[in-house]
């Protein structure tokens, strides 16, 4: 039983086609709402309000990116 197959033949689903710098704008506009939103959710998080059990979950419980494991603080 075979999961998954190569397939190397893709369709676009755009009528138009992208050029490069139109996609390089989608990607960062992308981004942007994904930081915006993750902002929110910790500010609804951290303030308690209606609705922190959401952000809670939208967090996924991470609030920092992870350290390497050569930095360690020593208070």
Known sequence: MRLSRY???F???AEVPMDAAELVAEIAARADARNRE???AIACFLSGSEG???ALNL????FAPERSSGQ???D
């Not at 967090?59 to 991470?62: D, K």
């Open 11 to 13: 369709d676009a689903t």
């Open 72 to 74: 360690h603080n020593e």
């Open 52 to 54: 922190w059990e959401q």
């Open 7 to 9: 397939d190397g033949r």
């Open 59 to 62: 967090l996924g419980g991470a």
């Open 38 to 40: 993750r902002q929110d």
